[in-house]
Structure formats: structure tokens, C-alpha cells
T-cell receptor, first 114, second 111 residues
Framework: ETGVTQTPRHLVMGMTNKKSLKCEQH?????MYWYKQSAKKPLELMFV???????ENNSVPSRFSPECPNSSHLFLHLHTLQPEDSALYLC?????????????FGPGTRLLVL | QKEVEQNSGPLSVPEGAIASLNCTYS??????FFWYRQYSGKSPELIMS????GDKEDGRFTAQLNKASQYVSLLIRDSQPSDSATYLC???????????FGTGTQLKVEL
């Protein structure tokens, strides 16, 4: 595997379900991110982890719960979601502090909440 | 006021023409600027980054930055149908690693 991978690629869940999104980066980076992309809206930053520590929570509802067990893996645990949470969820990684630091994205998980 | 603004388009250009995509930003402290390309149903892919005033060229792509005017642009020369996508402008402010994105400009290159 190379770059940033995400599983599953597609997910349909009911409002009472609990599911988790997984992200893995193979770039040796030390920072990982969760973004939400809804139609006609800019990419919205949800969470930032630097060296496994959460450094940004962009006022995300508690029904989204991130977990970063190490610098290569990032999870987003989902529970009691709402239909308006349907979106493309993107994971990204970067080398924090690097000269000309750049974020690289995974393929995303397309989430539909029924 | 939106932090990063882009015209949503669609911007239509004929094959072989130059496509010009524009982005303005509100925070004068912004230091790093990025253009990502996103095909429909896919994730953003980095096209160019620029950090200093002036032009930066990479193949058919040229990024232009004017910090005084708070303006960054992307020129695509010899546009091809495969360039049809949404182009996202992203800006980093200060010393952190947070990026702020625009809504993107949809580009259509017509045969």
C-alpha cells in the first residue's frame, strides 16, 4: 500500500448504528486529519492530530469520535448520526513542521445516513 | 466574509486554450498556498504549491501569487479534456498546519 488509504470506501448506515472509518498513511508523516466534504460546501476540517495528540477539534458534534492510536492510523467512530451527516469523509496526512509542509489525501469514505 | 473565495463556475474553455482559475483570501498572515484538483467522486490531488510572490511553473501549470493583493491564481496551458475537474484553492495561515479551503471552481474543457 502506498500513500493514504481509507476503509470502507462506501458506507450506508441507519441513525441508530455504530460504525468506524479507518485511515492509514504509509508516508511516514506525523500529522493526520479528518475532513468532511458536503455538496456545494468547502472542505471542512474536523480534527487534527499531531504526534498522536489531538490539536484541533473544529466544533464537531460528539456523535463523531476520533481515535489516533499511533502516527500511522486514524479512526473516526460514528454513532447516532443524522441524515445531514451524509457526506464524503476524507483523511489526510502531512509532515508537521516540515519545510513547505503539504497535506496528502486518501480516497475518502462516501457515507450515507438513512 | 469568506476566508477563501473562488468563483464556483463552471468555467468552460476550448481544448488547447489557457484556463485561468482565481482565488482570493482574507487573512494577510497567510503563508502557504495550494491548488488541488478533484475529479468527480474522487479525493483532492495536489497540483501546485506556492509560498513566495511571483510565478511558479510546473509543466502546463503555473501558479501566481500576489500577497499584497491577497490573490493566488492557477493557469493551465494547452487545456485538455482530462483537465476537466474541480480545482480547490487552499491557504495555510501562521505556523500551524490547518488549511482553509475555498469551495472550488469547476473547469470544463470542451472539444
Amino acid at each position: 500500500e502506498t500513500g493514504v488509504t481509507q476503509t470502507p470506501r462506501h458506507l450506508v448506515m441507519g441513525m441508530t448504528n455504530k460504525k468506524s472509518l479507518k485511515c492509514e498513511q504509509h508516508l511516514g508523516h506525523n500529522a493526520m486529519y479528518w475532513y468532511k466534504q458536503s455538496a456545494k460546501k468547502p472542505l471542512e476540517l474536523m480534527f487534527v492530530y499531531n504526534f498522536k495528540e489531538q490539536t484541533e477539534n473544529n466544533s464537531v458534534p460528539s456523535r463523531f469520535s476520533p481515535e489516533c492510536p499511533n502516527s500511522s492510523h486514524l479512526f473516526l467512530h460514528l454513532h447516532t448520526l443524522q441524515p445531514e451527516d451524509s457526506a464524503l469523509y476524507l483523511c489526510a496526512s502531512s509532515q508537521a513542521g516540515a519545510y513547505q509542509e503539504t497535506q496528502y489525501f486518501g480516497p475518502g469514505t462516501r457515507l450515507l445516513v438513512l | 466574509q469568506k476566508e477563501v473565495e473562488q468563483n464556483s463556475g463552471p468555467l468552460s474553455v476550448p481544448e488547447g486554450a489557457i484556463a485561468s482559475l482565481n482565488c482570493t483570501y482574507s487573512d494577510r498572515g497567510s503563508q502557504s498556498f495550494f491548488w488541488y484538483r478533484q475529479y468527480s467522486g474522487k479525493s483532492p490531488e495536489l497540483i501546485m504549491s506556492i509560498y513566495s510572490n511571483g510565478d511558479k511553473e510546473d509543466g502546463r501549470f503555473t501558479a501566481q501569487l500576489n500577497k499584497a493583493s491577497q490573490y493566488v491564481s492557477l493557469l493551465i496551458r494547452d487545456s485538455q479534456p482530462s483537465d476537466s475537474a474541480t480545482y480547490l484553492c487552499a491557504v495555510r495561515t501562521g505556523g500551524g498546519n490547518k488549511l482553509t479551503f475555498g469551495t472550488g471552481t469547476q473547469l470544463k474543457v470542451e472539444l
